[in-house]
């Protein structure tokens, strides 16, 4: 069954009294992990049989400490760790509930300090945590469809300290400033990347590998969107930010600044510093929040767990989506 098909089998109001309590009970968690990855219908990981059955304790008839299935058709054990963010971890799954659910119901994001406080589990292991659920938010490049309609593009500028030199303080383009692209659908979904640089070759190939070609598009003056009006059938809408123009009729890029808006108060509020060579998992974070925005904190949550199916981040290598 396909991750983006299945259907959760609580209520909304049923899923948002079990989350608290799958973060305070190992067993509940196991079983609710269970429960949003399988539904009623178990089957095993291995080979996709339906015929297994849970391991039990010969004397007790509870659980295996491991909480352990069993495949009847292979003969192999796993559990709902496997072929997850979470597989081979030694963090109770508790606390993958709790760090779950405050990174999917946190506008602006969670630190890695609060989950360790709040879990009284080491900082290390805090980071690890976050690192990869941030990994399972990221989206899926290949299956993802391009936006439509009318989409605003913008870039930005994130982290490091303005660059002073000659007697003035440059805040755009800073040496240690990491350029961040954007593409957000109205009322849709939003794209966003760390690009290279600004440039008009980078940008435009920014935007043709996530936008339609039936779209209409929406940026401010910078010159690097320029001859953008021949690529798109929705033809190319301009505002001047710099005439103090922010607004002509439909003809804006509030909703992709609102974007940038978030994300920036996140680092600056929340994170504090994103180093460059990790900015990417955190916007993967931002668009997951923006895109299941019409969610309630439940069912987000619920959608973070079940995109960390099928993914693995290793401490080395590649990051690997899909998988």
Known sequence: MEKRDRKHQLSKSRLIEQIPLACCDEEVAVEFFERMRWGKHPTCVWCESSDVYTMRDAKTGERNRRFLWR?????????????????????????????????????????????????????????????????????????????????????????????IGDGKVHRRGGADKAPVFT???????????????????????????????????????????????????????????SAKEYARGDVNTNTVESSFALLKRGIHGIYHNVSRQYLHRYLWQADFLWNNRLLNDGERTVAAIISAEGKRLMYKGPERLGV
């Open 71 to 163: 495949c009847r058709t292979c003969k192999k054990q796993y559990t709902v760790r496997i072929g997850t963010v979470y597989e081979e971890t030694r963090l109770d799954l508790h606390h993958w509930a709790y760090a779950f659910w405050r990174a999917s119901t946190s506008k602006k994001g969670v630190a890695a300090l609060e989950i360790k406080r709040h879990c009284q589990i080491s900082y290390k292991s805090a980071l690890f945590l976050m690192n990869r659920i941030r990994f399972a938010m990221a989206p899926d490049q290949v299956s993802a469809p391009k936006l439509k309609g009318i989409v605003e593009v913008d870039e930005t500028y994130v982290g490091g300290k303005p660059r």
């Open 183 to 241: 593409a957000v659908q109205r009322n849709g979904e939003k794209r966003s990347r760390v690009v290279a640089d600004v440039r008009a070759e980078t940008l435009k190939s920014a935007i043709a590998e996530v936008v339609d070609k039936g779209a209409r598009i929406m940026s401010d003056e910078h010159p690097a969107y320029n001859d953008l009006e021949p690529r798109y059938k929705g033809g190319h809408d301009t505002v001047r930010h």
